[in-house]
């Protein structure tokens, strides 16, 4: 059974257009988290979740917003589609969202605006 | 800022140890040293962490100087499967209640035949 699933694994759209990704995990963990993965392949925090509610939000722009509707699931919603949001975006989660816990990654979501 | 410092690339001969260096010398005392892998085209991959003390699971070793200062994670017989980028992070407080994961650059792994 996958941990930390994520769909769709890939995702090619074009400039302008909404789209979601979703994650789940099924480890009982309280927290969740979205990362990006740049062509440049520097993985970078973007939200993390703890029990349904938003912890950290690191400068993302206001066209990303994550959504939990339960602690088993981090969705996230992108309007309006850039060249720039092209990436690898990864969901991850851990226990809680203490120094001594470590995350579980998925295996990511390859985006591509065209 | 990773807040850590690891060599961009090593080479290690299949079924050798793999010894990768980390140095963390502005780590503070209640902060954790974790290593991650990535394998291509794959989500990181959690291997071990420790605060002081060396630790040791399935996968790997991690031995942290006295002074915390440095790391090192010990594969002790390297498959051709753990080539990889490996991270070497410094879990720290982000003020916001929680404690993200900063990854830098890493360290490429390459395990020869």
């Known amino acids: 059974d996958t941990a930390v699933s994520q769909t769709p694994k890939y995702l090619v759209t074009q400039m302008g257009n909404d789209k979601s990704i979703k994650c789940e995990q099924n480890?009982?963990?309280?927290?969740m988290y979205w990362y990006k993965q740049d062509s440049k392949k520097f993985l970078k925090i973007m939200f993390s979740?703890?029990?349904?509610?938003?912890?950290i939000n690191e400068t993302v722009p206001n066209r990303f917003s994550p959504k939990s509707p339960d602690k088993a699931h981090l969705n996230l919603h992108i309007n309006s589609l850039e060249l720039g949001d092209s990436a690898v975006y990864f969901c991850?989660?851990?226990?809680?969202?203490?120094?001594?816990?470590?995350?579980?990654f998925g295996d990511g979501t390859r985006l591509s605006i065209l | 800022d990773a807040k850590t410092t690891q060599p961009p690339s090593m080479d290690c001969a299949e079924g050798r140890a793999a010894n990768l260096p980390c140095n963390h010398s502005?780590?503070?005392?209640?902060?954790?040293v974790y290593w991650y892998r990535q394998i291509h085209s794959q989500g990181p991959q959690y291997i071990i962490h420790?605060?002081?003390n060396n630790e040791t699971n399935e996968m790997a070793s991690l031995i942290i100087t006295e002074d915390r200062k440095s790391s090192t994670l010990i594969l002790p017989h390297a498959t051709l499967r753990d080539t990889a980028v490996y991270y070497c992070?410094?879990?720290?407080?982000?003020?916001?209640?929680?404690?993200?994961?900063?990854f830098g650059k890493g360290t490429k792994l390459s395990v020869i035949p």
């Open positions: 991850a989660s851990s226990q809680d969202s203490g120094l001594n816990q470590p995350q579980h």
């Open positions: 480890l009982g963990h309280d927290t």
């Open positions: 979740y703890n029990n349904k509610e938003l912890i």
């Open positions: 502005t780590i503070s005392g209640n902060e954790y």
């Open positions: 420790g605060l002081k």
């Open positions: 992070i410094v879990r720290f407080h982000s003020g916001a209640g929680s404690y993200q994961l900063t």
